[in-house]
Every structure is written in structure tokens, then in C-alpha cells.
């Protein structure tokens, strides 16, 4: 069975950082992809970034690119969105998902597990 905890989102100003955390149980994380994505209220849940198994490979939202990071450390079996200059537009809650694959994808469809959220509020 698959857990994903997400961490570290509060409120922050603008033009300032977070850094997320996921923190995933099970055996399968090292072999899988993983993916962030948000959803702010009254709107799709949509991309953010994703990594692939080893970490060689990441794709990231044309809203977020240059100012968003992921990384994973799988000895920890976690997943990181550093997330800089940040807009207020980037307020949403923030899912992290983790794929069957290990291949990255940006689609929600195309991931198993999802984790509960965690609120990011970024004031003007």
C-alpha cells in the first residue's frame, strides 16, 4: 500500500520561497515517476512539475518553469517542489501523485497514488 504526506506549505508572501516535501511509504517509490500538481478553488486540478524514477528526468508547467525545482532522494523515499518567486496566482492546494511507471507524465490520469494536499496562500 502506498502513503503519500505532503508537507510544508503556509502562507507567504509574495516574490518569497517554500519548499514541499512528500514523503512516500511503500517499496515501489525508487522505481516510480512523481508528480506535483495543484488546484486552486473553482478550478481543474492542473500540472506542476514531474520527475522520473532516477531523478535524470523532469518536466516542469510553462507557468512554473525557471522558478520552480523538483528533486527526490529516494534513500528517504521523498519528493521536493522548491518553489521560488512565487505570484499569487501560484495559490492552490498542492497534491503530490506517484505513477505505477517510471517514466514522467503530466497528466492526472496517469498516476496511481495522490496524496491529501497541503495549502500554499501567497499574498500580494
Known amino acids: 500500500q502506498v502513503q503519500l504526506v505532503e508537507s510544508g506549505g503556509k502562507l507567504v508572501q509574495a516574490g518569497g520561497s517554500l519548499r514541499l516535501s512528500c514523503a512516500a511509504s511503500g517499496r515501489t517509490f525508487g522505481d516510480s515517476a512523481m508528480g506535483w500538481f495543484r488546484q486552486a478553488p473553482g478550478k481543474e486540478r492542473e500540472f506542476v512539475s514531474t520527475?522520473?524514477?532516477?531523478?535524470?528526468?523532469?518536466g516542469y508547467a510553462d507557468s512554473v518553469k525557471g522558478r520552480f525545482t523538483i528533486s527526490r532522494d529516494n534513500a528517504k523515499n521523498t519528493v521536493y517542489l522548491q518553489m521560488n518567486s512565487l505570484k499569487p496566482e501560484d495559490t492552490a492546494v498542492y497534491y503530490c501523485a506517484q505513477r505505477s511507471g517510471g517514466a514522467p507524465r503530466s497528466r492526472p490520469d496517469e498516476y496511481a497514488y495522490w496524496g491529501q494536499g497541503t495549502q500554499v496562500t501567497v499574498s500580494s
Open positions: 520527475i522520473s524514477w532516477s531523478g535524470g528526468t523532469t
